[in-house]
T-cell receptor
């Protein structure tokens, strides 16, 4: 079946640094990818929609300069958390539209900012 | 949540019993999906029901959809310890055909 590979699975970074999270569709082309954020014991909040070759569409309240999204190819989207702060610590999950059931999710990235 | 609520927020049942989770949503939808998430992991797609369908089965899963009430239910029959997870409904709207929005989720615990 369709697989979306998300890396890294865990990352710890210092305040003020930037972190890049990658999401790759392994066996299908994903013209659209989605980035979600999840706090402990809470639901997934859609952050932005990433479209190959064009600018991402951000949800209300999400800072586009803080969370940079790049979708340079049909199989890769990246989320960069810039100048990370402890409040950015969260679980980030990507999903790609395509591959059978419509949406395939990555395994998530646990970001801890210290 | 961005789209709607699920109830109960948490559910603990004995192994072998049936578990029912409900989901309500706010906008018109094209389809509704149910996902499972084990702690700290990604999401696993369980089942998709389209807006013109009322009920769908997949193994021990039964999903219903009532578009007039903007609600859906997920029934897991003969629960097993491995069913312990969080369950989320997610909706795809007609107005934004691509993105899906998640409900608040139900944390299900199966007691052995």
């Amino acid at each position: 079946g369709a697989v979306v590979s998300q890396h890294p699975s865990r990352v710890i970074c210092k305040s003020g640094t930037s972190v890049k999270i990658e999401c790759r569709s392994l066996d299908f082309q994903a013209t659209t990818m989605f980035w979600y954020r999840q706090f402990p014991k809470q639901s997934l909040m859609l952050m932005a929609t990433s479209n190959e070759g064009s600018k991402a569409t951000y949800e209300q309240g999400v800072e586009k300069d803080k969370f940079l999204i790049n979708h340079a190819s049909l199989t890769l989207s990246t989320l960069t958390v810039t100048s990370a702060h402890p409040e950015d610590s969260s679980f980030y999950i990507c999903s790609a539209k395509g591959g059978g059931n419509g949406y395939t999710f990555g395994s998530g990235t646990r970001l801890t900012v210290v | 949540s961005q789209q709607g609520e699920e109830d109960p927020q948490a559910l603990s049942i004995q192994e072998g019993e049936n578990a029912t989770m409900n989901c309500s949503y706010k906008t018109s939808i094209n389809n509704l999906q149910w996902y499972r998430q084990n702690s700290g992991r990604g999401l696993v797609h369980l089942i998709l029901i389209r807006s013109n369908e009322r009920e769908k089965h997949s193994g021990r899963l039964r999903v219903t959809l009532d578009t007039s009430k903007k609600s859906s239910s997920l029934l897991i029959t003969a629960s097993r310890a491995a069913d312990t997870a969080s369950y989320f409904c997610a909706t795809g709207a007609y107005s934004s055909a691509s993105k899906i929005i998640f409900g608040s989720g139900t944390r299900l615990s199966i007691r052995p």
